[in-house]
């Protein structure tokens, strides 16, 4: 078993970030499948490590590393639910960027049980000041973001 705690939180490909989860009683309703609002929990838990893996960290935003508190924040989201995941189902989530524009991000994610997707998400998330305003993303953070072979806007 690997004691590097990085391993919990996936791993970056080609085209951005993967993870797996389990799905556990606490997920599902009566019925033993999941429960819908429980899907938006497994693409944070993507978007979330993804941001880790990629060098940007909540704590460091709240600590205002980039010159003032900064807050991750979903304006837009769009999910279709295709099939359901059971209870004990091992879960792959993928998550790629497809545009970053000023200090908006779009990003894809897909929910798979082997090679059958169940839930695919669009994501539209923003970068605001603690007091609200909309802020650009730091220059660095554009490449990390990006799968290889496409540019920032």
Known sequence: MSSDPTTLAGELTPFGHRIHARVYYADTD???????????????????????????????LADGKHGERLVWVVKRMEIDFRASAKIDDILTIDTRT???????????????????VL???????????????????????????????????
């Open 98 to 116: 497809e545009k970053i524009s000023g200090a908006r991000i779009y990003m894809a994610q897909e929910l798979k049980r082997g090679d059958d």
């Open 30 to 60: 009566f019925s033993g499948v999941v429960y819908h609002a429980r899907y938006l929990e497994f693409f944070e838990r993507g978007r979330s490590d993804f941001l880790r893996l990629a060098g940007v960290h909540h704590t460091e």
């Open 119 to 153: 839930v695919t998400a669009r994501v539209e998330a923003a970068i605001i000041s603690e007091g609200g305003k909309p802020r650009r993303f730091p220059k660095e953070w554009l490449t990390a973001f990006m799968p290889r072979g496409i540019d920032p806007d």
